[in-house]
């Protein structure tokens, strides 16, 4: 039986290559699954850094996730992230130096929102936005890689690990049965997040890996929370494009972090933002956490509902008390609007490692995870600049000590999930740590693999 599974799954025999010191086979290809900020930040430096590394991005118009921009009404608009902090030097030198981004917050036209009252925000952080949106940012990172794009790894059987040589396949559209080929790598990247990425690995052998992608959706974290059961936690954000007549709006501000109105926590004008003509002015309201659980419904499904008639309604009513228009105004006037539920929205608990690192990377099973929840800086948490620092910190690593675990430990003595407070989105809660896994991933006798198998604490990592 496992010599006919073997016949039918494994990848043909692996190309020869160069050797490592003390005989062991050099990684030469990695598969990275998620084409946003983390996922290519980490292709781009594996790619300058010798290897070659191929990104798999469901994006149809572009990879960046929720860093992408789009065009609506004959404007860019940012309807997700809406800027990018520089703490890093690195980071901030690359930003300065890329032509894609200008500096943002510095003219008294940022600041929070309160009943109708504007006050410029001077934190000292520095803040940067795309002279052509979010996705600016997003296309500067691309350029020159190996994008794999509009292309979805199913998390069923989508990802598997090779019994005889622990390379790591891909299930891609291809000529094969169902219309489906196997790509095989050396070694692979989870660079997204959410119930995919848990699916993606649960029948693996990384059961440490996907111990670390268990995924909670929540606007807070329990109080009295059980030993041993932390979990990467996200809360949802319903994101409101508007379009209404020039004039309309108040002129005091281009962009605000809204106070004191439970259904809102941001409001920008993409038309002054990023410096855009017309006849009209396109606006982006993002909802609080609870409003957006509160009111969650499919987004697939959301269109043309009376669900996404409800909160939009909802919605333009707090925009109207936060900035100060009579009751009815935007409703009365608004041209267009375009609702989205932004479903994997920020990270409320961010994962801080026992060895204090930006990623996570399994050396026995040659898989590690990049984002911006995994975060040695409490300040940096849900951030692009974290998304960019895992990436390539963790592409430094996979080409440097692949051999090495690092950022992977579990159990009591591990590493432990921590709250976040990020920019929107709040969590009050305690630090907690995770059970270490079962030898035996799900879905026994599925395709699993082999390779070196999760040991518990015998396999983690020593400082």
Known sequence: M???WQRRNDPPPAASSDMAEGGKKRLATVAVIGGGVAGLACARRLGALGLKATVFDTG???????????TWRGQLCDHASQFVTATDKDFAELLASSGAVRPFGKDGRFGTLSKANFEPLQDGVERWIGLEGMGGIVRMLAEGLDIQQDVWVPPSNGLQCSRSDGRWGITVPGPGPQGREVKWFDAAVIAHNGKCAERLTSSTPAQEVHALLRTNFACSLPRNPRPGSGRFTLNQIYSLLLEVPSGLMPASFDAAFVE??????????NTAKLRQGGDGEVW???SSAPFGKQHKAPQEF???TPKETEVVELMLSAVERAAGLARGSLLGKVR???????GAALPITRWASRDAVDFAWSAGHRIGIAGDWLSATPARASTIEAAWLSGVRLAEHVARAAEEDAG?????DGGVFIPVDADFGTAAGEAVWVTEPADEPKGKGKGRGSGKGWKGKAAKSSR
């Open 2 to 4: 496992r010599q006919r």
């Open 60 to 70: 149809k118009r572009g990879p960046g996730g929720r860093a992408s921009s789009r």
């Open 260 to 269: 004191d109105e439970p259904i809102l926590r941001w409001l920008s004008s």
């Open 284 to 286: 982006t309201a993002l």
């Open 302 to 304: 959301l269109e043309g």
């Open 336 to 342: 267009a609007t375009k609702l989205q539920l932004w």
């Open 408 to 412: 992977i430990q579990l159990g009591q």
